[in-house]
């Protein structure tokens, strides 16, 4: 019974989809192409070469290397093997889902225990410092120091989810065993060369698959990106966007804050970047305005939760466990945001008035604001160069298998 009521509420979801596609097809199409470029622009040419790398690393034994250094660290902060030092710096480091992108990766190559993975990917999913520093701090608020109050509580509030979730099913031991050696370099050169050996693959076959598996990936996201943009507006144009968000009206007047913010914070929970836009817009004080863009930085926005589903679906991973560690990311920076505001916002602002600047790039440029304008500039030529390589790849791939045949 349960699964034919599913059938059923899919089913209707995908029809009203396809109706409002039908009747709203200007703003559709309007939302689509925003989704697109934002895709093509900024997410695939910053996303690619990390996730290249990590392929390449993983094979080349690197990320073992790292776990055996860093396990006495990890292990007892975070429960989880060594290797989530390198999950973790690289999910900062290129936003994500770069986190569970790699977990799904070390999990397949049985490096990490399905519990491990879970605790790892709770907390190795955050923005990077170019998207909260150039595209919401200086693009959306024209303000760079805000930038310093955005990263602090984000990536403070990761950590702290990543300290609650050691306890997830602490029983479990994982694969990797607890560490009693301690810090060796010479072994972890030794597991680093056992892990190369062990693979197979010669450079062109790694380098090739690693290309390829970063590509469909990055393809999943930007097809995701694309769906949410659209649905985001169609509820919006609808009105179902304001319904919605009357009834975080009770919710907001309990926390304290303005009711403007309930329909650009829903907005965020969909999609993080129009979310951020229209707080940005929203003419609140910057203090409230900073805690419902920590909330929904944290928390990812559900257009981030479902490309995350989607790459754990390819494993064993369970989602609710990073779906928890959203709640509490979006909690815990929200609490910091507030602790940490006069230290490191009113503090590097002179004769700040509290009102939240509207949407303006000039006179404000930083250095994330230069990146992401040369993105924009190269990213397309990036992005097409490296469908065509891929494309190349496959061609190649098949016409030696062909002459093998």
Not at 85 to 102: D, E, H, L, R, T
Not at 263 to 272: K, Q, R
Not at 340 to 369: C, D, I, R, T
Request: charge should be positive.
């Amino acid at each position: 019974m349960k699964s034919q009521v599913k059938s059923f509420i899919l089913a209707l979801f995908t029809i009203i989809f396809a109706i409002l596609l039908i009747k709203y097809p200007d703003q559709a199409l309007s939302a689509s192409i925003r989704g697109l470029n934002m895709w093509w622009e900024i997410v695939f040419p910053s996303l690619l070469p990390f996730f290249i790398i990590s392929e390449l690393m993983i094979g080349f034994g690197v990320v073992t290397f790292i776990g055996v250094l860093f396990e006495p660290i990890m292990r007892p902060l975070f429960n989880v093997p060594g290797s989530g030092s390198f999950v973790w710096a690289m999910g900062m480091a290129s936003g994500y889902p770069s986190g569970a992108k790699i977990t799904a990766r070390l999990r397949q190559e049985k490096q990490l225990s399905r519990i491990e993975a879970e605790r790892l990917v709770s907390f190795t999913n955050a923005s990077n410092p170019l998207f909260i520093f150039g595209a919401i701090a200086v693009g959306f608020f024209n303000d760079p120091s805000l930038g310093i109050l955005l990263a602090a509580s984000h990536y403070a509030g990761n950590t702290m989810v990543g300290l609650v979730m050691r306890f997830y099913c602490r029983k479990d031991t994982g694969i990797s065993k607890k560490s009693s050696e301690g810090f060796s370099l010479r072994r972890a050169f030794y597991e680093l060369h056992k892990t190369r050996i062990k693979d197979e693959r010669p450079f062109g076959k790694l380098f090739g698959d690693a290309v390829l598996s970063s590509l469909q990936t990055l393809l999943m996201i930007g097809g995701f990106i694309i769906i949410f943009s659209v649905l985001n507006k169609l509820l919006f144009v609808t009105g179902i966007t304001e319904v919605i968000a009357a009834s975080f009206t009770f919710l907001l007047a309990l926390l304290h804050l303005p009711e403007v913010l309930s329909i650009p914070i829903f907005s965020g929970l969909m999609e993080i970047t129009m979310g951020s836009q229209m707080i940005s817009q929203s003419g609140t004080e910057m203090l409230f305005a900073a805690i419902a863009v920590s909330f929904i930085l944290g928390f990812n926005g559900f257009s981030v939760q479902a490309q995350v589903a989607s790459i754990l679906a390819e494993t064993d991973v369970r989602f609710l466990p990073y779906f928890i560690g959203r709640l509490m990311h979006g909690v815990f920076a929200s609490i910091l945001c507030i602790l940490l505001f006069h230290p490191l916002y009113l503090s590097q602002s002179e004769g700040s008035s509290g009102a939240v600047p509207v949407l303006s790039k000039a006179g404000a440029h930083n250095w994330a604001m230069d990146i992401l304008e040369q993105l924009s500039s190269y990213g397309p030529l990036i992005t097409i160069a490296s469908l065509m390589t891929g494309c190349l790849i496959i061609w190649n791939q098949r016409k030696s298998s062909h002459r093998l045949k």
